[in-house]
């Protein structure tokens, strides 16, 4: 009987970690801390490179619906337009925390709304005027 017992304890023994959870936690915090500095100009770099890739593809596409040149203004009017997008929608939902995706990167000065598409780098339409 006690072989059964000291064989079921060693079957159901949890091994032991080389390092406790404390350690494991504090390794983690001085990582992020020690790549901290590293991240951030990296991140703010691919927006930037981003933001310039679109204002230049806005300068040469031409709306579909008046053919006109999209340009830097369509650019500022989307901005406009999901600011005061998202205004309203704090104020109609106000402390909802949602995930919102922006899906509209420029607005013609037809009114014609356009998406950017960052895997192709152009603008597609995303809805017809009204």
């Known amino acids: 009987m006690a072989d059964c017992l000291t064989a079921a ?14 350690t ?13 500095p590293i991240l951030i100009p990296v991140a703010i770099g ?4 981003i933001e310039r890739k679109k204002l230049q593809c806005a300068k040469t596409t031409r709306c579909q619906a008046c053919d006109g040149l ?13 600011s005061e997008h998202m205004k309203s929608f704090q104020q109609e939902f ?3 925390r949602l995930r919102v995706v922006r899906t509209i ?7 014609q709304k356009y998406s950017y598409d960052e895997k ?11």
Not at 9 to 22: D, H, L, T, W, Y
Not at 105 to 111: K, L, M, R, Y
């Open 9 to 22: 304890r060693r079957i159901n023994a949890v091994p032991k970690s080389k390092f406790s959870s404390a």
């Open 70 to 82: 999209l340009g830097n203004g369509s650019i500022e009017r989307a901005d406009r337009f999901w």
């Open 46 to 49: 691919q927006h930037l490179l």
């Open 120 to 130: 192709h780098n152009c603008f597609v339409m995303v809805a017809a005027s009204n």
């Open 94 to 96: 106000p402390g909802a």
């Open 24 to 36: 494991s936690l504090l390794l983690v915090i001085l990582l992020f801390l020690f790549f901290w």
């Open 105 to 111: 990167h420029a607005i013609c000065a037809c009114e």
